[in-house]
C-alpha cells in the first residue's frame, strides 16, 4: 500500500524542525547581501540530490539502502554506511545538546540543561522503539495539530518588518558564490541534509513514490526564505548579524493584544519542539536499522537503550556552546558524503539494475 502523504509529512516536519534556529543565524553570518541567492543555491543542490536519490531508489523494489549495497557486496555496504552512521550519531549528539540549550535560553532559564537533555532523548527513544509505521502515523497526527499553529506564527512574524532592508538585492559577493566554501555556510547545509536521508531506510517498511516527496520540497523554499529574512526585515542585516537565534529574536518582538498569552514565541517553540523529537526518533531508527544489519546478535531494544545512553553520555561532556559549533563544523565532511556520495551511488546502483535486469535478494 502506497504511503507517500505519510512520507511526505514526515519529510516536511524533519525539515522544519531543522530551519528555523541554527539556519538563519549561519545564511545572515555567509554574506551581508543577497541572501536568496545563497538559500536559492542551496535549495537548488537539496532538490537535487533529492531527486537523484528518489530515482536511485525507485530502481529498485521496495529496497533500502541497506539491501541495496549488501547485493554490491557486505564490504562494499560496510564502508560505504558507516560515515552515514557516524553521521547519524553526530547528528544525535548535536541535535540533542543545541536544542536543549535553545529551549534553556528562551524559556526554561532555571531548568538544568541536564534534565531537558534527559527528556530529548528519553521521547525520541519511546518513539524510536514503537517503529517506523507508528512514527511516520505520529507525524501526520503531529503535522495536523501544530502546522496551523506554525503558519499562524509566520503570518505574525512580519508584524515589525521594514521592507526597505530587502535592498540591495545583490552584491559581488552574491553573485560570485564565494561564500560556499565559507564556514558559515558549510555549517548552514545542516538544515538541507539531516531531513531527507531516513528515506533511503524507509521503502521495505513504508513505501511510497519519491516524485511526491521531490514536488513537496518546493513548500520548504517559503520556510527558508520566511526564517532568514524575517529577522533581517526586522533587525537589518548588522543588527541580525548579532543573534545567535536570530527568528526567534524576531519572533519574540511580536505583539498580540488579544491573544491571551503574552509571548508568541511559545506557540512557535511547542511545534518545532514536536517536529525536533519525531526528527530525533526517525534518525535513532535509521542508526538502529544499521546495526541491527552490522552487528545481528544484538536485539533492537537493547541497541535503542544503548545509543540513547551513547547518545546522552556525550551531551553532558559537552560543556559550552562553542564546542556545539565546533561539532557542527567538524561535520561538514560526513554531511557532504550523506549529501553527495550516497544518493549518487543509489543512482548508479540503480541505473545498473535496470540495466541488467538483475533480481536483487
Known amino acids: 500500500m502506497d504511503k507517500s502523504r505519510q512520507v511526505v509529512v514526515m519529510y516536511l516536519i524533519s525539515h522544519i524542525g531543522l530551519i528555523f534556529f541554527l539556519y538563519p543565524a549561519d545564511i545572515i553570518a555567509s554574506l551581508s547581501v543577497g541572501h536568496w541567492s545563497a538559500i536559492l543555491f542551496g535549495f537548488v543542490c537539496h532538490v537535487a540530490m533529492l531527486a537523484i536519490f528518489t530515482k536511485g531508489l525507485g530502481c529498485f523494489d521496495a529496497l533500502n539502502v541497506i539491501d541495496i549495497f549488501q547485493g554490491v557486496g557486505k564490504i562494499f555496504a560496510f564502508f560505504t554506511l558507516l560515515p552515514v552512521l557516524l553521521y547519524f550519531v553526530m547528528i544525535l549528539i548535536i541535535a540533542v545538546r543545541a536544542y536543549s540549550e535553545i529551549v534553556t535560553e528562551i524559556f526554561l532559564g532555571e531548568t538544568p540543561l541536564w534534565t531537558i537533555m534527559l527528556l530529548f532523548v528519553a521521547v525520541s527513544t519511546f518513539i524510536s522503539l514503537l517503529g517506523i509505521e507508528s512514527i511516520f502515523r505520529t507525524g501526520v497526527l503531529v503535522a495536523l495539530l501544530f502546522l496551523p499553529l506554525l503558519l499562524f506564527v509566520l503570518v505574525l512574524s512580519f508584524q515589525n518588518a521594514d521592507w526597505h532592508y530587502v535592498l540591495p538585492l545583490i552584491d559581488r559577493q552574491a553573485a560570485s558564490f564565494s561564500y560556499v566554501i565559507g564556514r558559515p555556510y558549510l555549517q548552514s547545509l545542516f538544515a538541507f541534509v539531516g531531513g531527507f536521508m531516513f528515506l533511503g531506510f524507509v521503502p ?121 559549533e565546533r561539532l557542527l563544523w567538524w561535520n561538514t565532511s560526513l554531511r557532504l558524503y550523506a549529501a553527495i556520495v550516497i544518493p549518487c551511488l543509489t543512482l548508479a546502483l540503480g541505473m545498473r539494475h535496470r540495466r541488467k535486469g538483475v533480481v536483487q535478494p
Open 204 to 324: 521495505s517498511h513504508v513505501p511510497f513514490k519519491g516524485r511526491y516527496v521531490v514536488g513537496a520540497s518546493f513548500l520548504l523554499l517559503p520556510m527558508f526564505l520566511v526564517s532568514v529574512y524575517v529577522p533581517l526585515l526586522t533587525f537589518g542585516e548588522n543588527t541580525a548579524s548579532r543573534f545567535p537565534f536570530p527568528f526567534i529574536m524576531a519572533v519574540d518582538t511580536v505583539s498580540i493584544s488579544w491573544l491571551m498569552f503574552d509571548r508568541v514565541t511559545m506557540f512557535f517553540m511547542l511545534s518545532l519542539i514536536c517536529f525536533l523529537l519525531l526528527f530525533l526518533a526517525l534518525v535513532m531508527w535509521n542508526t538502529i536499522q544499521m546495526l541491527k544489519r552490522g552487528l545481528p546478535f544484538i536485539r533492537p531494544a537493547a541497541a535503542n537503550i544503548l545509543l540513547a545512553a551513547l547518545v546522552l553520555v556525550f551531551c553532558l561532556l559537552i560543556p559550552n556552546w562553542q564546542l556545539v
